[in-house]
């Protein structure tokens, strides 16, 4: 309900700005920590594994820090097919990741987070 508060309030003041993955209307390493929850994998069969490798290295860059997906699963808890594959693509580009686990699930399978850390050239 926070959320919806302070969106409510500070929408029309440009603290919330829309946009869309892949590509996105920040400038390299414009932010610390960048979060990205309930997208990616949840709606995989939406995007194809080639926009979510874009949609990755997108994220990388308008981070300074790390990027954390958040789950790593689709609507049916099941694990993204692709995740392994999407991995060594990132790597093979400089990105390095982690599969953490998280203290909490919003449902079955929804207990790891993906932690990327790189720098694009």
């Known amino acids: 309900m926070r959320f919806l508060g302070d969106y409510a309030d500070y929408f029309v003041h440009g603290r919330y700005v829309g946009a869309a993955l892949p590509h996105l209307p920040w400038a390299d390493g414009a932010f610390d920590l960048v979060l990205c929850a309930h997208l990616l994998f949840l709606y995989a069969a939406r995007f ?66 993906l932690r990327l850390k790189g720098t694009l050239s």
């Not at 926009?51 to 099941?78: F, N, Q, T, Y």
């Not at 692709?82 to 990741?97: K, N, P, Q, V």
């Open 48 to 113: 194809d594994f080639d926009w979510h490798a874009a949609a990755c290295r997108e994220l990388v860059r308008v981070s300074r820090g790390e990027v954390r997906i958040h789950p790593l699963c689709g609507l049916d808890g099941k694990p993204w097919p692709e995740l392994e594959r999407l991995r060594r693509t990132l790597a093979a580009g400089g990105i390095d990741s982690e599969i953490m686990p998280v203290d909490y699930e919003f449902f079955i399978g929804t207990g790891t987070t």
